[in-house]
């Protein structure tokens, strides 16, 4: 953003995973344009984490200092500085160790890599297939008069946070996760606020330079969206190709999620008030099983289809041979 340049006609203002600290001239310009019915997408990253240095041994992530922490609690949220590990997650391909001369490659579940799943029940989000995200941060809410709050977006219940800085190591997934620590639940990553805002800059000097005509403390009606990850609308790259894969693409499982259908809907729900997002039908092509229960209740399964069905044949018959004994044997 600049305070040079206009933004008020705008349908829709989309952050998406910004680096770099926003001026006080920023953030009044994003505040007025919402004081006055403008709507915004945020997809932020709280934390610095990528995988180019997660082969290090000594790496780890740190918050970015974006200076929208202030703006977003007048709001009604907060990105807490943290990532969230979920056993529900994508995989990674780790070099586990040698066959010969060759390196012997396992695709692991990288637990920074959440699989995202548990939807609330909201025109956004439904009847969705699964979402990728990476590195992500969980969100609460703050008090904040006439704001209608909504949680869209869980981790799995196998999932647990890490407050930074987060040690963010491939070599890790070598090791044998401790499932127990993994006892946080759902976590929110993200919401929808709904209401009138009240501006950051209420009974507050205006930054040098802004022009404050026109100037709001409480906004019309209006929507703010804030998700805890800003990966979730980026294209990976094929390198080989040199093109950028489709929005969701995961190479190592050759499948593509739903990131680009849950952000049209997003962007539908935003922008459109006559409600034509809730007609929109879409086809449920894949829901990740929860590998917990898959784990606790194997051998039960495996009887049931198993063992119950070869029972039941043999009861039948008996029952069948007792039957026509007894009705044939008065003969």
């Keep these: 953003l600049s305070h040079k340049k206009k933004i008020e006609n705008l349908s829709l203002v989309i952050v998406a995973e910004p680096t770099q600290s926003f001026s006080q ?3 009044y310009q994003l505040d007025q344009y919402i004081m006055h019915g403008g709507k915004v997408l945020f997809l932020l990253d709280r934390l610095e984490a990528n995988m180019d240095s997660a ?13 929208l922490d202030d703006q977003l609690f007048k709001y009604g949220v907060r990105i807490n500085p943290d990532l969230i590990e979920d056993r529900v997650a994508g995989k990674y391909p780790v070099v586990v ?34 979402t990728l995200t990476k590195f992500v941060s969980s969100l609460d809410t703050v008090k904040a ?32 996760l401790q499932e127990r620590n993994f006892n946080d639940g759902k976590i929110p990553i993200a919401y929808l606020l709904e209401g009138k805002f009240t501006s950051l800059f209420k009974n507050r000097f205006a930054p040098e330079g802004v022009d404050t005509t026109g100037f709001k403390n409480i906004s019309t009606p209006t929507k703010i969206l804030v998700v805890a990850d800003g990966d979730m609308a980026r294209n990976d790259v094929n390198y080989r190709e040199n093109k950028p894969q489709p929005l969701g693409f995961d190479p190592i499982s050759q499948y593509t999620f739903a990131n680009s259908d849950l952000l049209m809907n997003m962007v539908s729900y935003l922008v459109d008030d006559d409600g034509l997002i809730r007609v929109r039908n ?24 198993l ?3 070869i029972v039941s044949l043999i009861a039948f018959g008996v029952s069948w041979s007792y039957w026509r004994k ?6």
């Design 25 to 27: 001239a920023d953030k």
């Design 55 to 67: 082969s290090r041994d000594d790496y780890f992530a740190f918050p970015y200092d974006l200076k």
């Design 97 to 130: 160790g040698k066959a010969g001369n060759r390196p012997q490659i396992m695709q692991l579940e990288w637990p920074f890599f959440p699989l995202i799943n548990q939807y609330a029940d909201h025109p956004i989000t439904r009847n969705l297939d699964a």
């Design 145 to 176: 008069a006439g704001i209608k709050k909504t949680a869209l977006l869980f981790s799995s219940p196998y999932s647990k946070k890490m407050s930074a800085p987060v040690k963010v190591g491939v070599n890790d997934l070598r090791k044998q």
């Design 282 to 305: 879409k086809e449920v092509k894949i829901r990740p099983l929860d590998k917990e229960k898959i784990k606790n209740e194997k051998l039960f399964w495996q009887v049931v289809n």
């Design 307 to 309: 063992v119950l069905p």
């Design 326 to 331: 007894r009705k044939y044997a008065k003969f």
